[in-house]
């Protein structure tokens, strides 16, 4: 049968294929639109399976709050290839599934892939964007903060074009600590924190810290009975280099986090960040 542009066009703008493969799905389904788009996300099934086993290093990663500031979400959205991820497209899917995530704040990443995008779920929507775009799809981390009314703010920032995403929620509101917000979310995208301060570190890493130093001081002849008091040494540099607030301020002239947001308002702190990166 005859399939118009009309329709291709059409099949296109809701599916985001190809206007090859959208006449294809076309006449495979006899004009039939809600056939020729079934047949489009098989597709994508079937291609998905066949690349099951390729690697996303790849992909856009999305932070974003809510208008008053009371929370945050982090989304990554990967794919095969770094052409793939500066497509306009591409961008535009992970901040509508941001968006999404914002809007309903799920308890994790598949409470999120379970979340309606139309008439399908966000998961399905990965699927059938493999078969559009030809690469694995898949939406690989997803995280989310939230605070009460009153009680803090959460300042959003994304780094190195869409290359990763950080979250921070500080214990104080006002548009006024935005700009130290993002700035702190900044150092943490730089520096890589693996907790706000020594408290957020599970017992089992300062264990295993504190037996790495032992092992260090031991090898370098230290007597038995120093080697707790070194390795305790060792491990409060790892704090201060671990550790969000310990850490030195990275725009600052010797000065830790904590006194940054100390100076910029009494008391100033962070209760938590979320930070997501390619790779």
Do not use: W
Not at 118 to 146: F, P, R
Not at 235 to 255: I, S, W
């Amino acid at each position: 049968m005859s399939i118009s542009a009309k329709d291709v066009k059409a099949l296109r703008d809701q599916t985001g294929a190809g206007m090859m493969d959208c006449k294809k799905a076309l006449t495979e389904s006899n004009g039939d639109m809600e056939k020729a788009i079934e047949y489009l996300r098989k597709k994508g099934q079937k291609l998905s399976e066949k690349r099951a086993d390729r690697e996303t290093k790849e992909g856009v990663v999305i932070a974003l709050t809510s208008d008053n500031r009371n929370k945050g979400v982090v989304v990554r959205l990967s794919c095969e290839t770094d052409f793939v991820a500066k497509n306009d497209d591409f961008v535009d899917l992970t901040r509508q599934i941001a968006q999404i995530a914002l809007d309903n704040m799920p308890a994790d990443l598949e409470a999120l892939k379970a979340l309606p995008f139309g008439d399908i779920s966000i998961g399905e929507k990965a699927i059938e964007q493999t078969g559009v775009i030809g690469e694995k799809i898949e939406l690989s981390d997803y995280g989310k903060i939230e605070t009460a009314a009153g009680d803090g703010q959460v300042v959003p920032y994304i780094h190195m074009g869409n290359r990763a995403g950080v979250i921070v929620a500080l214990n104080q509101e006002g548009p006024e600590l935005v700009d130290a917000g993002k700035n702190v979310a900044m150092q943490v995208a730089a520096m890589k924190p693996i907790a706000v301060d020594k408290d957020g570190i599970d017992s089992s890493v300062v264990e295993k810290e504190i037996e790495i130093g032992k092992e260090i001081a031991r090898k370098e002849g230290k007597p038995e009975e120093m080697l707790q008091r070194i390795a305790e040494g060792k491990l409060n540099k790892f704090f201060k280099e671990k550790t969000l607030l310990n850490q030195q301020y990275v725009r600052g002239n010797k000065e830790s986090v904590s006194d940054y947001l100390n100076a910029t308002s009494p008391n100033l702190s962070v209760t938590g960040f979320v930070h997501i990166a390619l790779g």
